[in-house]
């Protein structure tokens, strides 16, 4: 049998399908049919609602070296599973309970409904760091003023020739302050604090970013980032999963109150979610689809909506999920339609 190249669907998707696989088998083995249920739902809906993640993940991706691409499927994908959907919430918990991390872990062992509410209270920071986090983002990528390609021309246009370097995050900040001075909102200074966490931890890791990527190109001659500049796109992309998946671990508990349950469900997903990123970038995707990193930003702003729209009303995350995958579809759609043009117009 002939090897398979690097970038072979199968080579790139085989360890997340033997994981889930193998998973899937210990927990409807030990667990039953109804907890193989629920870890199934899990996976889905992390798969399905982070789909643009893994558009923006491409993006950032390609720019790295291949050590720093398996950096983030390896240790990544450690950091999304046990840092991200099990220790975060739990060091969440005891600091905005006031409990030692010793009774939080004993919580979700033996009292996981008050866990959940104990999560849940925390809302409102958790809420108001990824959406104005996610809110950064967006705004930034539609007011780039160096963008080529447009998508929807009567939103974009507009708003990249009114552009300034500043403005991004000045539009994001009068929007924060906003929502914290809104009377509706059961914890201003909770949502300012976190939410301008959220801004300057954004505009850091840019940043960095950007100055590590600009001295190894002048110093080096680099095209793809390695070293510390590779070292921050990684940071950078940690950052993005945590702001994407906040809210997914509340929810997953409408669906199960089991901690370990939700950690496997929703870790899985993760690993999901990288295996197609690192195919998305194999496959220079987002170069065959040009409009479908708009659709991802898009889709980033409606969930940064309904983050922030969180802080007030319950506003169900799957909402948001919808609206993105219909909107990403349509990014397709418009790409592919773009292409059959462009490859039908006669040659000058």
């Given at each position: 049998m002939p090897r398979l190249k690097r970038d072979h669907p199968l080579r790139i998707f085989f360890i997340s399908g033997l994981i889930t696989?193998?998973?899937?088998?210990?927990?409807?083995?030990?667990?039953?049919?109804?907890?193989?249920?629920?870890?199934?739902?899990?996976?889905?809906?992390?798969?399905?609602?982070?789909?643009?993640?893994?558009?923006?993940?491409?993006?950032?991706?390609?720019?790295v070296s291949e050590f720093w691409r398996k950096i983030f499927i390896t240790v990544g994908i450690l950091i999304a599973v046990v840092g991200m959907r099990l220790v975060f919430p739990i060091v969440i918990v005891a600091i905005t309970a006031g409990l030692p991390m010793d009774q939080v872990i004993s919580l979700t062992i033996n009292n996981p409904d008050k866990y959940a509410h104990e999560l849940e209270e925390a809302h409102v920071p958790i809420a108001a760091f990824g959406g104005m986090f996610l809110l950064m983002l967006c705004l930034h990528f539609?007011?780039?003023?160096?963008?080529?390609?447009?998508?929807?021309?009567?939103?974009?246009?507009?708003?990249?020739?009114?552009?300034?370097?500043?403005?991004?995050?000045?539009?994001?900040?009068?929007?924060?302050?906003?929502?914290?001075?809104?009377?509706?909102?059961?914890?201003?200074?909770?949502?300012?604090?976190?939410?301008?966490?959220?801004?300057?931890?954004?505009?850091a890791m840019r940043g960095l970013t950007h100055f590590f990527s600009r001295h190894q190109s002048t110093?080096?001659?680099?095209?793809?980032?390695?070293?510390?500049?590779g070292f921050t796109a990684f940071l950078y992309l940690e950052v993005l999963d945590a702001s994407f998946s906040f809210d997914g671990v509340i929810e997953a508990f409408a669906v199960t109150k089991d901690v370990l349950l939700i950690a496997i469900g929703l870790g899985i997903g993760a690993l999901w979610v990288r295996s197609l990123t690192i195919f998305m970038v194999e496959h220079r995707v987002l170069h065959a689809y040009r409009f479908l990193e708009h659709g991802a930003h898009y889709t980033i702003g409606v969930l940064a909506t309904v983050m922030l729209t969180g802080i007030f009303f319950d506003v169900p995350e799957i909402a948001a999920g919808v609206v993105g995958l219909m909107i990403v579809g349509a990014s397709i759609i418009s790409s592919l339609r773009a292409s059959k043009q462009s490859k039908n117009l006669p040659l000058a």
């Open positions: 696989l193998l998973s899937l088998a210990a927990i409807g083995g030990y667990l039953g049919p109804s907890a193989l249920f629920i870890a199934t739902v899990l996976i889905l809906v992390e798969v399905t609602f982070s789909f643009e993640n893994a558009i923006i993940n491409a993006k950032v991706l390609s720019t539609f007011f780039d003023s160096n963008r080529k390609v447009h998508w929807i021309n009567i939103i974009e246009k507009p708003m990249q020739d009114m552009s300034r370097w500043w403005l991004y995050s000045a539009v994001s900040f009068a929007i924060l302050v906003f929502i914290s001075m809104l009377p509706g909102n059961p914890a201003p200074n909770e949502t300012f604090m976190a939410g301008l966490l959220g801004l300057v931890t954004y505009v110093h080096k001659g680099a095209a793809l980032k390695t070293g510390a500049a």
